[in-house]
């Protein structure tokens, strides 16, 4: 069922930071710092970006604020969260959205299918109601 949301890949700047980018290319001539192991470090390390990966993705917050690295990859929505729970880091300059992979509930093949259809009927009450858009910006996007 789905997608109930998006993963945003988002390159984070520190807080009034002037750096622009308009394609992921342009992010080439920075250091960016990522979560060890994680799909969107990944990712840049393979195309040959400049990726200082750490274990501890909430310290990457606090690095962009002192300068050790440029730009922060993570999701759109978790990034800014886990700026201000883990480095007490608000206000990150989201710079560039460079890709999106949507997120569907998963159920077990065995599921009933009436509760598939009650699964499906919420969802959708809660599209046309405007309730799902009211949580989705409740969340800063």
């Given at each position: 069922m789905g997608p109930l949301s998006s993963i945003e890949w988002t390159l984070f700047a520190k807080?009034?930071?002037?750096?622009?980018?308009?394609?992921?290319?342009?992010?080439?001539?920075?250091?960016?710092?990522g979560y060890k192991g994680d799909v969107m470090t990944n990712f840049l390390i393979d195309k040959g970006f400049d990726v200082s990966s750490i274990s501890n993705n909430g310290l990457n917050a606090r690095r962009l604020v002192q300068d050790q690295i440029d730009l922060w990859v993570a999701?759109?929505?978790?990034?800014?969260?886990?700026?201000?729970?883990?480095?007490d880091v608000t206000g990150l300059e989201r710079v560039l959205v460079f890709r999106e992979t949507p997120m569907?509930?998963?159920?077990?093949?065995?599921?009933?299918?009436?509760?598939?259809?009650?699964?499906?009927?919420?969802?959708q009450a809660l599209v046309e109601s405007g309730e799902k858009e009211t949580i989705s910006r409740s969340y800063g996007f």
């Open positions: 807080p009034g930071s002037s750096i622009e980018l308009n394609t992921l290319d342009d992010a080439h001539r920075y250091q960016i710092g999701d759109g929505l978790a990034g800014p969260y886990l700026a201000a729970d883990a480095s569907y509930l998963a159920v077990h093949k065995d599921t009933a299918p009436e509760i598939l259809q009650a699964l499906n009927k919420s969802y």
